[in-house]
């Protein structure tokens, strides 16, 4: 797939992580932002599981299955980037901390 980064800067709405390197494939970047930080390398590793997933696919998808229990339905924002987001009604904070555990269990600890 060649080379694609996962980048990360800290703001006052807490870490946001992008990647760099799909739209030299003629895909959209990814990015998750309002991170607590402890999330942060956790969800650098959901980024380039998603970036995977994105560049191997014929089209861009809705949602992407990582595990069989882990669906990331990812949206596109208006300025070109795709934001995994939580489903509708769930909290985003929880949801997100819930996938970390769910794909990484060793997280638990």
Known sequence: MGEVRVMGAE?????????GGLSARGL???????LPPYLGQ???????????HLAASARIPREV???????IVLRATGDGHLEPVPPPGQDAEEWRRDVIVRLFPEARS
């Open 28 to 34: 959209p970047e990814l990015r998750a932002g309002g």
């Open 11 to 19: 703001g006052p709405d807490g870490l946001t992580l992008r990647t």
């Open 42 to 52: 956790g969800w650098a590793r959901v980024l380039g599981a998603l970036a995977r």
């Open 65 to 71: 299955v990582l595990a069989p229990d882990v669906t």
